[in-house]
């Protein structure tokens, strides 16, 4: 192993890199292409591929910081990376790069890499979430799907078109929401879409206690009163939504993009295509996607930095996001366009919802205290969800909780 | 600590050490029990104390394990007392422990009074309660997943078939926690089984003979012939199985993740909430050594009560 | 038990008996029958929610798909050398603390002793953390080493062996020691040969654990080269997509070793622990 410095030119000398991600077999593969990619050109340089559970990625990456013993690289969720740079636990990268460097990319995922304006990861791809539906079933019952992004539906048309599909017994039940796994972020979707925030505007109090945040919480818990979705759907649950859509146990699923190729391989008995999300006095969508950071265990930072540049540079990124099926975040590729080899008219719904991410949510959940948020937030939903707990209680609570987090930071 | 050293046979360990004349030989036979136990104290006090140590040490400070640990006193002692979820999971805790372990016990008892008797197939009766004690937990933890999985699993596919409603086994408060005690028992029994077998092949048939010849009735045979001499193995299995019932982690981390709401969340979920979701290690490691302690006094209360009805060991 | 009741009714009786425990035994194989059920399944009969008890297809090449999508072998491999040399390990270290509990008196022994049976009232999760970084200090990472050593000395095994050697009588021992045999001769020549059965039970509960372990190796091996056949069940599980196919698959293949030690080693597991004086 080389220890020390590693001039410019880099490295002649071999060099071991990690990185640690998690991702299925699709992400794993492109991973794993553009690594074979760099230690041709990189002869010296080897990279081993830590695959985990994304479950337990977290706690294995901070288990092995805190033993100094962390990966030189390491994937990381936008909502994460403040955390890693609050901790200093992920590297300062502007040493690495020109100034002009972020230009390049899109401003909402290059605000979400940088904390107290130093970036701490470089931005790889973004994801987000569109209406996936059983064409089968919604002809069956009647229903035509909104065509362009202004057409969308509104959340009454939405539950109206639910209450249809239970009415009518089309699938087990009308719809479900991908938002277990520790990804509640996502029920701010709505919150957005009905003129509500979790903070206020300089991010300095709740604002979840109002009428928008009680009346969102009162429309998604409707959707489990009413047996609109699968109880086991809930954000505490472990139940992959997209097996429900596959076999047509629900109609409709509110998913992202990179479940494109399971569908496509898995829905074998219906036809099925994907459209904008519901709006109500707003449309908004959930900023996903993933960076990369470098540890502050790394023993080889420049190395590491320009294998992160190159795994995003264009050329790079193009390939992994049309092979794993997720969105740019360079502008010349969102704006040129990508060629996803699956479903390509899908894709474009998505690149279009990306369009309306709220920029406050974005930096809502970039917030380095985020993780304590989530938790939180996750418990309190779910007893709302689950347990009957009403939605003004609820709301007290995430108050509360919110509180707490901001005074204790 | 008098009452352990009360099950040693101590004169005539004593008179043991102490025939041999000569400083050499007596200094050499007293290192010798040192010598023993010496590489498993090494072993522990490394891998085990230590650690433990240390943790008492992290649950004085605030601690997100990425950044430097600061001093914060008994902050994190005094949050756990005002901590409603911290009360609720130890209280889930505390069901939990009380549905699965006297309840392992019985049907343990049961099954090894049953697989005692001469019966057709008895070996292979015996293996298959057993057969649940060997899967790993991860492996338990999936099968129990598929099976209770509300949407296609098959215990509902059945209901379904007999006309009782789908239940939503791992997303309703109600039955969340009796299908994570369910798949519990079925793993347990088989352990609890084995044991008491164990004892009860142990137990001279002279007893019996001697309690039929005073004219006892089965029942009465089991109240006061077996029961009494299966004591001290009630009182191991009580004892391990409440360890295992307190540290319960994996089934529910795949099953439930500790919801819906908190019915599932048990304390070292809660800990291991606290410690790698919220970044919070010093609270997480306060309610460890709370956890330990209460673990710890549980067992001392317990041997205690059980010496003084009895010689154990 | 001697029973007083008539031979028509205690025939009845044990009828009656043995069929509820094949009933309960029914119910308590199922779930190993489902995951072989499960295992070879079409892959698209998974989800359709069909009740269909019985295979309804025996698809071999489940097994095979799952085997030559992962390195179950290498993980196998990880997991016997690990189980192996923990059994070797571990059991030799635990009939010397074991029989130095049951057999001698020396200053501090009991509270050596409840040391000892503390270690088994820590949750694992509580030091997980502090013993990371332990392992990472010796530099004991990603090794086989890294788990075996952690878990090496057994409160559960210690306990047992001291059980157990507290009904060998001290006049076999101290015959010994007049005639001047060490300490460790008198271990090795007169203790372990009465010990067989405990050491029986303590090599099938110590493979199952390590076999069986966790938490540990999850945080400890992380190349996946170094995986145990859990962990690789665990990365299956943990995949976005679940494939119940493979998993119970995999599931089933990490359940093998186990069942075929206690197929051949039930008698001496039941034996050793009736003499473990866990009784």
């Known amino acids: 192993m080389v220890t020390g410095r590693v001039n410019s030119s880099l490295a002649q000398s071999p060099v071991r890199l990690t990185m640690a991600v998690w991702g299925g077999k699709a992400e794993v593969d492109a991973y794993n292409q553009v690594i074979a990619k760099y230690q041709a050109a990189n002869p010296n340089v080897t990279i081993r591929l830590d695959v985990i559970p994304f479950g337990q990625f977290y706690q294995q990456v901070d288990t092995r910081l805190a033993g100094r013993q962390a990966p030189d690289l390491f994937r990381v969720t936008y909502q994460q990376v403040g955390r890693y740079a609050l901790g200093k636990a992920a590297i300062d990268l502007s040493q690495f790069i020109d100034s002009g460097y972020s230009a390049a990319f899109t401003p909402s995922v290059w605000s979400a890499v940088n904390y107290q304006g130093k970036p701490y990861a470089l931005p790889h791809h973004t994801d987000t979430f569109a209406l996936f539906y059983n064409a089968d079933m919604l002809a069956q019952a009647g229903v035509t799907v909104p065509t362009s992004l202004d057409q969308a539906w509104t959340w009454d048309r939405f539950i109206q078109v639910a209450k249809v599909l239970k009415e009518k017994s089309i699938g087990s039940y009308p719809f479900a929401m991908s938002w277990q796994n520790s990804a509640v972020h996502r029920w701010m979707i709505y919150l957005y879409q009905h003129g509500g925030q979790l903070l206020n505007n300089d991010l300095t109090a709740p604002q979840i206690n109002t009428p928008a945040g009680i009346e969102t919480i009162a429309w998604t818990q409707s959707w489990f009163k009413e047996g609109l979705v699968p109880p086991s759907t809930s954000v505490k649950s472990a139940e992959p939504v997209q097996n429900l859509f596959a076999n047509g146990t629900v109609a409709m699923m509110l998913n992202g993009n990179w479940q494109i190729p399971f569908v496509n391989q898995q829905m074998t008995k219906f036809k099925w295509g994907v459209t904008y999300l519901p709006r109500d006095v707003a449309m908004a969508d959930d900023l996903g996607g993933t960076c990369v950071a470098i540890s502050r265990d790394s023993k080889n930072p420049e190395v590491a930095a320009d294998f992160l540049k190159f795994l995003v540079n264009e050329e790079n990124m193009r390939d992994y996001i049309s092979a794993a099926q997720f969105l740019p975040v360079r502008k010349s590729l969102v704006e040129g366009g990508v060629q996803y080899a699956l479903r390509p008219d899908e894709m474009k719904v998505f690149v279009e919802q990306t369009k309306t991410i709220p920029q406050h949510l974005v930096s809502t959940v970039v917030l380095p205290t985020w993780g304590k948020f989530n938790p939180k937030l996750a418990d309190e939903l779910d007893l709302a969800f689950t347990s009957g707990q009403s939605p003004e209680q609820t709301a007290q609570n995430i108050e509360a909780h919110v509180k707490n987090i901001l005074l204790s930071s | 600590m008098a009452d352990l050293s009360m099950t040693y046979p101590k004169e005539r360990s004593e008179t043991t050490t102490s025939r041999k004349p000569g400083w050499w030989s007596s200094y050499r036979s007293r290192l010798t029990p040192y010598l023993f136990i010496a590489p498993n104290l090494l072993l522990f006090s490394i891998f085990v104390f230590f650690p433990l140590l240390y943790a008492a040490y992290i649950s004085v400070h605030q601690w997100s394990l990425i950044d430097a640990p600061e001093f914060n006193g008994v902050q994190n002692y005094t949050r756990l007392l005002s901590d409603g979820q911290f009360w609720q999971s130890l209280t889930n805790t505390v069901v939990y422990s009380a549905a699965t372990v006297p309840t392992s016990l019985f049907l343990g008892l049961f099954l090894a009074i049953g697989l005692n008797r001469k019966l057709a197939a008895r070996t292979l009766l015996r293996s298959i309660y057993f057969l649940p004690v060997v899967v790993s937990s991860v492996a338990t933890a999936v099968i129990a997943a598929w099976l209770f999985n509300d949407n296609y699993g098959i215990i509902n596919a059945l209901l379904k078939q007999a006309g009782v409603g789908p239940v939503a086994w791992l997303s309703s408060p109600r039955w969340a926690l009796p299908s994570i005690i369910l798949t519990t028992l079925w793993v347990r029994i088989g352990f609890c089984m084995v044991v008491y077998l164990a004892a009860l092949q142990s137990i001279s048939p002279s007893y019996y003979e001697a309690a039929v010849i005073d004219g006892a009735t089965r029942p009465q045979q089991f109240r006061f012939v077996t029961w009494p001499l299966l004591r001290p193995t009630t009182f191991l299995l009580l004892i391990l199985n409440v360890i295992y019932s307190f540290q319960v982690f994996d089934l529910i981390f795949v099953m439930t993740g500790g919801g819906p709401g908190f019915s599932t969340t048990m304390i070292v979920q809660y800990i291991y909430q606290a410690a790698f979701a919220s970044s919070e290690m010093g609270y997480a490691s306060a309610m460890g050594m709370v956890l330990f302690v209460l673990i710890l006094l549980f067992t001392l209360i317990q041997w205690r009560i059980n010496r003084r009805t009895e010689q154990f060991v | ?279």
Do not use: H
Request: aromatic residues 12%; charged residues 10%; contains cysteine.
């Open chain 3, 1 to 279: 038990m001697v029973t007083t009741t008539s031979p028509a009714r205690q025939r009845l009786e044990t009828g009656g008996l043995w069929l509820l425990l094949t009933a309960g035994a029914l119910v308590m194989f199922f779930p190993i029958y489902w995951m072989f059920a499960t295992a070879i399944r079409p892959r698209d009969e998974i989800f359709s929610g069909a009740v269909n008890l019985l295979p309804t297809g025996w698809v071999w090449s489940n097994f095979t798909a799952a085997l030559s999508r992962m390195p179950f072998l290498d993980w196998t491999w990880n997991s016997l050398v690990i189980a192996i040399a923990a059994v070797v390990i571990t059991v030799s270290l635990n009939l010397l603390c074991g029989y130095a509990f049951a057999k001698f008196r020396f200053a501090g022994r009991d509270i050596l002793f409840i040391g000892v049976l503390s270690a088994l009232m820590i949750p694992i999760q509580v030091i997980i953390v502090p013993l990371f970084l332990v392992v990472a200090d010796l530099g004991l990472l990603n090794s086989y080493w890294g788990v075996i050593l952690p878990r090496a000395a057994e409160a559960f095994g210690i306990f047992m062996v001291r059980q157990f050697m507290v009904s060998i009588p001290d006049e076999l021992l101290e015959a010994a020691r007049l005639d001047g045999a060490s300490e460790l001769t008198i271990f090795l020549k007169v203790v372990l040969p009465l010990s067989k059965p405990i050491i029986a039970v303590l090599i099938i509960f110590t493979f199952m654990w390590r076999w069986n372990d966790f938490v540990l190796p999850l945080v400890i091996l992380t190349d996946q080269e170094m995986y145990t056949v859990q962990l690789g069940l665990n990365l299956l599980k943990g995949q976005y997509n679940t494939e119940w196919t493979d998993i119970m698959a995999i599931a089933l293949l990490s359940l093998m070793p186990m069942l075929v030690i206690f197929v051949f080693f039930q008698r001496q597991l039941i034996q050793g622990i009736a003499g473990t004086g866990l009784k």
